[in-house]
């Protein structure tokens, strides 16, 4: 992990694994933060107030009048355009599924602290803007360039650090066709919660990558070490663990609960007879080629259909004939890679990438 100089070793939670309930903290983190309600992955695509969210800092307040995006660094022309002249370049509209790299967090024992998202950390959208490398040949990349960051105007402290939000990406990332400077998601303006004016969207990638109201984006020489990039984000078995950094979203599935819940436990109610199992289905690494369906612990195939785009999920559905009783439902996806959802938690220092099968209690009646 990376150590100032004053010999603190920087760490990314304000104290180790907890066996115990959620803190006052992580309520406080769950509130201003949210999931997208599980009923939502009927949608193609996401309503922006059911989309997840995730914000480290304030939302900050943006003046249009006086907003400017900085391009510089490594490069032969430093650039600098307000929305309009964004709005005026090429631009591409590309679905996208973005998932919260911590999506899994509160199931792991010890629970990392940090925000206690539970399976619901996703959403899928229409992100429509200028592409990034457009932009980067504009201002023409210098030869020795070996990553891009990105720095949003949204400013706090984490792990005892003052910082602006900023991450990067290796170069080649950065020049793919397909990732996006939006101002648009939906086709209506970016709501402030989401970024507004302007955000990356980097599909395939979990979220942290989509740097939110973006002020700059600098050509680099050399490795970027921002406390989110060296400290953050990254797969640790302990805190002394240098780890490796997360990069793209692991394969996952999810079923839309069926039935009706109980208020209080969110339980399943479900009356006997012929039910559709539905949900969605999706990888960064690549394409999802199978989900299966379990039922008591039997998996059987279920069928997929096909995706608006190759970084947006895939739906998928199963007919099931419930008899009285309690069950348990359960889904699990495998990717062109070969990657298979585990049905056990991989545990790490700083709760990321935790894609188990999610398992869902129902008492059919």
Not at 116 to 121: G, M, R, Y
Not at 180 to 201: D, I, K, S, T, W
Not at 211 to 235: C, M
Not at 324 to 342: F, I, K, M, S, Y
Request: glycine share 8%; hydrophobic share 40%.
């Amino acid at each position: 992990m990376k150590t100032p100089r004053n010999g603190r070793r920087l760490t990314p939670h304000p104290g180790e694994p907890s066996h115990g309930p959620l803190t006052a903290e992580e309520l406080q983190l769950a509130v201003r933060n949210h999931s997208m309600p599980l009923e939502a992955l009927r949608n193609d695509i996401t309503p922006p107030g059911l989309h997840y969210l995730l914000n480290h800092f304030d939302i900050p307040f943006i003046d249009i009048e006086h907003w400017h995006l900085r391009i510089g660094g490594a490069v032969e022309r430093a650039v600098e355009l307000n929305l309009k002249a964004l709005r005026r370049a090429p631009k591409i509209s590309i679905p996208v599924t973005l998932e919260c790299a911590g999506n899994g967090r509160s199931l792991l024992r010890p629970r990392p602290l940090s925000q206690p998202w539970q399976l619901e950390a996703v959403g899928t959208a229409v992100w429509t803007g200028v592409p990034l490398a457009y932009l980067l040949a504009q201002a023409g990349v210098e030869d020795d360039a070996v990553e891009v960051a990105f720095t949003g105007a949204d400013s706090g402290i984490q792990g005892g650090v003052r910082q602006q939000f900023a991450r990067s990406l290796p170069i080649a990332e950065a020049l793919r066709p397909d990732i996006v400077l939006a101002y648009l998601m939906n086709g209506n303006e970016l709501p402030p919660q989401h970024g507004y004016p302007l955000r990356l969207v980097v599909p395939g990638w979990y979220g942290m990558a989509s740097v939110k109201w973006l002020t700059s984006i600098r050509v680099l020489t050399k490795p970027f070490d921002g406390f989110q990039q060296a400290v953050a984000y990254r797969y640790q078995q302990d805190a002394n663990d240098v780890g490796t950094p997360v990069t793209w979203i692991k394969v996952r599935s999810l079923m839309v609960p069926p039935g009706v819940p109980d208020f209080f436990t969110r339980r399943r109610i479900v009356r006997a007879g012929p039910v559709m199992l539905t949900g969605r289905a999706w990888s960064g690494e690549g394409a999802v080629q199978r989900v299966e369906v379990g039922i008591d612990g039997k998996w059987a195939p279920a069928q997929l259909e096909h995706p608006a785009a190759p970084f947006a999920w895939r739906a998928w559905s199963m007919p099931w004939v419930a008899d009285a009783g309690d069950h348990e439902l359960a889904c699990r996806a495998t990717d062109a890679t070969g990657a298979v959802q585990p049905l056990e938690q991989v545990w790490n220092y700083q709760g990321m990438g935790n894609n188990v099968v999610q398992r869902i209690k129902v008492t059919v009646e």
